[in-house]
């Protein structure tokens, strides 16, 4: 990380990744930061009592603001835990990984995902992104998009050709984006990574707005698409379920 948030980022994670408090040497080694840039974050962080200064120069150790906030984490961790037990049965139903993504800066956002038993998978943790043009998810997103937006970001810059399936034609994936507008579903057949295939749903908010996708995903050779495409009602059934706590949360709030 190379911005300023990253950095302060870097400091905190090693603070909170120690059990016993750190010294500003030992956080300069651990974070591999510039000695007068973890003096300058150790200092403003001091000042907003995220960190705190132990008595006796020994060390940072964390400060009322990170434990508060840590506090916080554990009590709203049942909406996140609500959510993981949607994907846990839905996996438990499909037998292959499956995902909660939103759509975030011209890009699939993962949020939320459950692995499957099988040792050879994709592994992408929540906070990773994929593109659009060659997902399933993105390519729900991008057939949902005011027509405007969408031709800006198909004519935008030249479709990246991750494999051989890559539909790099705007036309053409035009064509097919009309038909998921449609259908509601949406599929990959190797057009991101070689060998995998995958099919996503949308989940709705208020409004019948769509706040995500839950998506299904699988390496070819062990599940093939027309196999994939039969699970879409349990799909949709764990996608009605998300919708249905984000807009409780909604109305919590």
């Known amino acids: 990380m190379g911005n300023a948030t990253g950095r302060t980022m870097e400091v905190l994670y090693a603070v909170a990744s120690s059990a016993v408090p ?4 030992q956080l300069v080694e651990a974070t591999k930061l510039p000695r007068a840039t973890v003096y ?11 960190l705190l200064r132990e008595p006796k120069n020994a060390g940072f150790s964390p400060g009322p603001k990170l434990n508060e906030l840590s506090l916080r984490l554990m009590a709203n961790g049942s ?14 139903q499909v037998g292959e990984t ?25 592994s992408l943790h ?10 399933s998810s993105g390519k729900l997103y991008l057939s949902l998009m005011p027509a405007a937006q969408r031709k800006r970001l ?39 990574l070689a060998g995998l295939i995958s099919v996503a749903v949308p989940v709705y908010g208020l409004n019948k707005t769509v706040i995500g996708t839950v ?3 699988a390496l070819e050779a062990r599940l093939s698409l027309p196999r994939a495409l039969a699970f879409v ?12 706590a984000y807009r409780r949360l909604s109305h919590a709030t």
């Open 22 to 25: 750190l010294t500003a040497e």
């Open 40 to 50: 300058r974050l150790i200092a403003a962080l001091c000042e907003r009592q995220v």
């Open 79 to 92: 909406f996140q835990s609500a959510r993981h037990s949607i994907l846990q049965v839905l996996v438990s």
């Open 98 to 122: 499956c995902n909660f993504t939103t759509y975030h800066d011209g890009a699939v956002l993962y949020v939320d995902r459950v692995e499957s038993k099988w040792p050879l998978r994709l």
């Open 126 to 135: 929540p906070g990773s992104s994929t593109p659009l043009f060659c997902t």
């Open 154 to 192: 198909l004519n935008a810059t030249p479709i990246a050709k991750y494999t051989e399936k890559t539909i790099t034609d705007p036309d053409v994936l035009e064509r097919e984006l009309r038909q998921i507008r449609r259908s509601r579903v949406s599929t990959d057949d190797e057009g991101f």
């Open 215 to 217: 998506s299904v995903h």
């Open 233 to 244: 009602p349990q799909l949709r059934r764990a996608a009605a379920d998300l919708g249905s």
